[in-house]
């Protein structure tokens, strides 16, 4: 969420930011369209970054569930009771 509001943001007082940093007014509509895509691409790498994190916590979550419930199985068939810390 706060992406979408920094990216707003952002966008919308780009053009000031632009003026107040003195941007010479031959490069000033380039430079603004440079500035936009860039921070356009704010929103764009969190919502990677986030998607990507959900992903790879989700995969750590399976891989040691199966080596946990694989770990569990082997004890039994060993013979061995599991004690959780009882």
């Known amino acids: 969420m706060s992406a979408v509001v920094i ?3 952002s966008l919308i007082f780009s053009r000031l930011l632009m003026t107040l940093m003195g941007t010479p ?3 000033f509509d380039d430079a603004l369209l440079y500035i936009r ?8 790498t969190v919502f990677y ?10 995969r750590r979550q399976h ?4 080596y946990h419930s694989h770990q ?4 039994h068939r060993a013979g061995h009771s ?4 009882l």
């Open 82 to 85: 599991v004690c959780h810390g």
């Open 37 to 44: 895509i860039i921070f356009i691409g704010i929103f764009t």
């Open 7 to 9: 990216t707003a943001l």
């Open 25 to 27: 007014t031959d490069i």
């Open 49 to 58: 970054n986030t998607l990507s994190s959900i992903s790879s916590s989700a």
């Open 63 to 66: 891989v040691a569930a199966h």
């Open 72 to 75: 569990l199985g082997s004890e």
